[in-house]
């Protein structure tokens, strides 16, 4: 496990390959939800949740296309991080 | 986050067994797992809320961690205190003023990712101050 700081915010920036909606917003908040001692904030144009709220995330809006910055502080944000971007680029919203 | 203990469970009661199983059936998709039970309709699969149905929906969902109902209008919500008032200092169930959908979803995002009855519960609340876009 490499060493991260504490106190270290930790971005990453993608390009949805499908829209943020209800499944893949679902999955960040029990991401969240596991990791409780982190933050994972996520930054869509205008728009921003923090991933906990499933629902906040969803009302993002975020389409295909979108650039979202996902931003993660805590223990072990870099791998909170690579998950969160994980799950956005692997986001296939079959129906939503 | 242990595994020891089982998730809190969630009951949702609608006045249509099509609306709760659907609207079960979709949060339990995006909560990938959290144990959602449908109590809708009466005995006879007319629309209307049936105190037994909630009742053994309680049985269902509870998995020792508690259970949370969301009603979704009226009766659905005398229906509810009632089986409650009925299990009076049996049941860890809970009864909370939220939307259906939104409510169900938080709820069940929360339970799922191991969050206490208290804590499913709030999410619930908080889903009616989320803006649909």
Redesign the interface.
């Known amino acids: 496990m490499p060493p991260s700081s504490d106190d270290g915010a930790v971005r990453r920036v993608v390009v949805l390959p499908k829209p943020l909606h209800a499944r893949p917003a679902g999955q960040l908040a029990r991401l969240a939800g596991r990791h409780k001692e982190n933050t994972i904030l996520l930054v869509a144009g205008e728009k921003n949740a923090n991933a906990r709220g499933v629902l906040a995330v969803m009302a993002m809006g975020a389409v295909t296309g979108t650039e979202v910055t996902v931003t993660v502080t805590g223990p072990d944000a870099e791998a909170v991080a690579d998950e969160a971007a994980d799950i956005l680029t692997a986001a296939e919203a079959v129906d939503g | 986050?242990t595994e020891g203990l089982g998730l809190v469970g969630i009951v949702l009661i609608s006045h249509s067994a099509a609306l709760a199983e659907g609207a079960a059936e979709?949060v339990q998709?995006?909560?990938?797992g959290a144990t959602v039970v449908p109590a809708g309709g009466t005995e006879d699969g007319g629309l209307g809320t049936s105190t037994d149905r909630i009742e053994a929906a309680i049985e269902d969902a509870d998995a020792g961690s508690g259970v949370l109902l969301i009603p979704d209008l009226g009766s659905a919500v005398l229906s509810a205190r009632a089986v409650l008032a009925d299990l009076a200092g049996e049941t860890t169930a809970r009864l909370v003023d939220a939307p259906f959908v939104?409510g169900a979803?938080?709820a069940a995002?929360?339970a799922?990712?191991?969050?206490d009855l208290d804590a499913v519960a709030a999410a619930a609340e908080?889903?009616r101050d989320?803006?649909?876009?």
Do not use: C, D, H, N
């Open positions: 986050m979709l998709q995006i909560s990938g939104e979803v938080a995002v929360a799922g990712s191991g969050a908080e889903a989320a803006a649909k876009f």
